[in-house]
């Protein structure tokens, strides 16, 4: 059962436009909600993170946006750039018992083309 | 500061082969987690290390077995290799002090192929 649910699977977005990318949960024991950013042939590299009292935090050209009692959240990037083209995961994570960090669930990534 | 570091990067085995992947945390991080990487499957959780000690384990069988030592680097095993075991596996590191976040950075993985 895929934990968080993530859309769309692919997307293709003109050079200076807003990309958009939506994530869904059911847990709501979900406590941190990260994004990651990889390129082919390299690990996940971590883009910005959430917690769940606060409904927006913005980093430069992204954003994440929290809407917790819809239990969602999405990634904004402003200003796509082609160097934003790249796969693109949502996650969640919580603490099982007697874990010192967040196990994280992963969606199952979008893959981003931003168009010159 | 130096990432987190995967060694080998790229690792050819046969089928019932064992294989052992190793992982340097960020200096100063002391919890690791592995997670395996495939197309049909997508990111999933293997385990967790802190301390020494594993701290959650995933959905994997009793073939996939890892663990950390005094210096926090890690290694994973995989035992009898099946060709459902090729996927890119990842490490990440955290330097997570109980109660505080939880930012996990990743490694640039390593590549396991079995034929």
């Known amino acids: 059962q895929q934990q968080v649910k993530q859309s769309p699977q692919s997307l293709i977005v003109q050079k200076g436009g807003i990309s958009i990318i939506n994530c869904a949960y059911e847990?709501?024991?979900?406590?941190?909600f990260p994004w990651y950013q990889q390129f082919p042939g390299k690990g996940p590299a971590l883009l910005i993170a959430?917690?769940?009292?606060?409904s927006e935090k913005k980093e430069g050209r992204f954003t994440i946006s929290f809407n917790k009692s819809a239990k969602q959240f999405s990634l904004h990037i402003m200003d796509s750039q082609p160097g934003d083209s790249a796969t693109y995961f949502c996650?969640?994570?919580?603490?099982?018992?007697?874990?010192?960090?967040?196990?994280?669930?992963f969606g199952r990534g979008t893959q981003l083309t931003v168009w010159p | 500061k130096a990432g987190v570091t995967q060694t080998p990067r790229y690792l050819i085995k046969t089928r019932g082969q064992q294989v052992t992947l190793s992982c340097s945390p960020i200096?100063?991080?002391?919890?690791v987690s592995w997670y395996q990487q495939t197309p049909g499957q997508g990111l999933q959780f293997l385990f967790e290390?802190?301390?020494?000690?594993?701290?959650n384990k995933g959905n994997f069988p009793g073939r996939f077995s890892g663990r950390q030592f005094s210096n926090s680097r890690s290694e994973m095993n995989v035992s009898t290799l099946e060709l459902g075991d090729s996927a890119l596996y990842l490490c990440?590191?955290?330097?997570?002090?109980?109660?505080?976040?939880?930012?996990?950075?990743f490694g640039p993985g390593t590549r396991l192929t079995v034929t």
């Open positions: 959430i917690r769940p009292d606060v």
């Open positions: 847990n709501t024991a979900f406590d941190y």
């Open positions: 996650a969640a994570s919580m603490r099982d018992r007697g874990s010192t960090l967040g196990r994280l669930y």
């Open positions: 290390y802190f301390s020494e000690t594993q701290r």
């Open positions: 200096s100063g991080h002391r919890s």
């Open positions: 990440a590191s955290s330097f997570s002090p109980p109660g505080q976040s939880y930012e996990q950075y």
